[in-house]
């Protein structure tokens, strides 16, 4: 149950990172940098508030390379719709080849 707790933190957690990281880009692009740069760190609050409980949890289950491996994972999950529906970026055949070479570092982080 604490995998799936970690997981569902982390997804929460990925969703604030990648506005924090990147929503300014297009929301913010006008504005100075410092509104953006507080704009960042105000969202990112909330992107620690869920990534270190999830962390935490995730640890008394996972190693630390298996917590890192899902955790790129997650990432890669969440920015491919981010960057397509909110950035307008089209699609590229790259995300792809990115998510299989994941889905190869899962297999050798969780093999037994």
Known sequence: MNVLWTVLL???????MTFAWYGHLKSLSAAPLWVAILASWGIA???YTLQVPANRMGF???SV???????E???????????VYFMQQLL?????WAGLCLVGAVYFVFRA
């Open 10 to 16: 982390l997804v929460c957690s990925n969703v604030f």
């Open 45 to 47: 609050f909330f992107e």
């Open 60 to 62: 008394e289950t996972l």
């Open 65 to 71: 390379g298996q917590l890192k491996v899902m955790q």
């Open 73 to 83: 994972v997650i990432t890669l999950l969440v920015f491919v719709p981010f960057s």
């Open 92 to 96: 590229k055949l790259d995300y792809v």
